[in-house]
């Protein structure tokens, strides 16, 4: 019988989709090595590997099988995808364009190392748009976005989506979500097209706009809009969940809750950035750690730069990592959240041991350090591959429940 590798349900599929990855036609207890490749868009490789051993029947089932070594250990289904690595230090796998899928190649090699015979291999499809999910440039007024309707005819619950402060517009969270029901506004904000990478300041008039924008969508339930953002947009969607009518609910992907890096003018207000004390950012090697340099949650100088999100009557979670080593998430978090329960307001909060600061959609591999595109320099992200691996897969799980929750009810009223 010839050696088999067997993607189930079926070797397409989403990228946030779990599979089964099976082995068949093996020798009994035979030690094979399994690899895992892909190439991005710049035509970077990543790749994995695992050892491990066939049972009585010569079949393999990453299901119940435990590595016994290489880019992870134990019983792990979907190891030999969050462990991908790239050969150049300090590359983070993204999508560049959600229009193509990514292609991961399967391999069982013979025995446990590098050089063992090739026994099989398997290519499987991780698309980033469920069929029928459409795409839409939106160049409306100020607004640079890209509109993601899910297939029917709707009205589906509206998110707007924001990444951090390294810019651009980055469609691969937006698109999966759109996959999974929601009509989905990523938007850029800063360092794309004729944005600046640094401006003097930030409006919040411009992330309204793409409120208002998403709720004139005919697909688009207007009375059920949401925001979630990471890192930076995570502060700006608080802010615009805060000051901005119609938004039910908001996630915070390690956020702080503070405004961070560029003034943020509000209704004729403006919020000040909290400075940086440069003299605690290390340096170790070629990587800038930046999670001491912002200071201490409770410290006096934070008070004027904080979001007042216990004034909003939206629903809130925020999900962070405890070894996040970009700032100090999980301390920023409690206060916030602390103040949230104060005020009687919704909140949920859920800080994930072992995780880093780039909590992404599952089965992404982690980005401990990458280069900061703006900055310039290489940043320590943080986080420890296996537990950021779970914490991604339950924060996916997590974000999407809440948001399901809390977009239903079509009332909302504001505290400002």
Request: include cysteine; glycine fraction near 10%.
């Amino acid at each position: 019988m010839a050696v088999k590798i067997v993607v189930l349900p079926s070797p397409i599929c989403l990228n946030d989709d779990p599979v089964q990855v099976k082995v068949e036609g093996l020798a009994a207890l035979q030690a094979v090595t399994l690899r895992a490749s892909l190439e991005d868009e710049t035509a970077e490789l990543f790749q994995s590997f695992a050892y491990y051993r066939a049972d009585r029947n010569g079949e393999l089932d990453l299901t119940d099988a435990a590595s016994l070594g290489g880019s992870y250990s134990g019983v792990e289904p979907m190891g030999l995808l969050w462990s991908l690595e790239a050969k150049t230090p300090f590359k983070r796998l993204a999508k560049r364009n959600v229009l193509t899928p990514f292609h991961v190649t399967y391999e069982v090699h013979e025995g446990h190392g590098v050089g063992g015979r090739l026994l099989g291999r398997c290519v499987s499809e991780r698309r980033f748009l469920a069929e029928g999910v459409q795409r839409i440039p939106v160049r409306e007024g100020r607004l640079k976005a890209t509109l993601f309707l899910p297939a029917g005819a709707g009205p589906f619950p509206g998110l707007i989506d924001l990444y951090g402060s390294g810019g651009g517009l980055v469609e691969y969270r937006a698109s999966l979500l759109a996959s999974r029901g929601f009509a989905t506004l990523a938007l850029a904000y800063l360092a794309f097209e004729d944005l600046p990478a640094f401006p003097e300041f930030l409006e919040l008039d411009y992330f309204g706009e793409a409120v208002e924008f998403l709720q004139k969508q005919q697909q688009v339930k207007a009375s059920a809009i949401g925001v979630l953002g990471i890192s930076k947009g995570a502060n700006l969607g608080l802010a615009l969940a805060t000051f901005w009518p119609g938004i039910k609910a908001a996630v915070s992907i390690s956020g702080i809750g503070v405004n961070s890096l560029i003034p943020l003018q509000v209704k004729g207000l403006t919020i000040p950035a909290l400075s940086y004390n440069l003299e605690k950012m290390k340096v170790v090697g070629d990587v800038v750690d930046c999670s001491e340099f912002l200071g201490d949650a409770s410290d006096p100088a934070v008070l004027k730069c904080r979001i007042p999100v216990e004034k909003s009557s939206s629903k809130f979670l925020f999900l962070s990592g405890q070894d996040d080593r970009n700032w100090q998430s999980e301390s920023y978090c409690r206060e916030v959240v602390q103040r949230l329960q104060q005020n009687g307001r919704h909140v949920e909060f859920y800080s994930y041991p072992g995780a880093g600061h780039l909590l992404e959609p599952p089965y992404l591999p982690l980005c401990y350090a990458s280069i900061h595109k703006s900055f310039g320099l290489t940043v320590l992200w943080g986080g420890k591959w296996r537990e950021h691996a779970k914490a991604q897969e339950d924060a996916w799980q997590r974000l999407q429940t809440f948001f399901r929750q809390h977009l239903q009810d079509s009332s909302i009223k504001s505290y400002l």
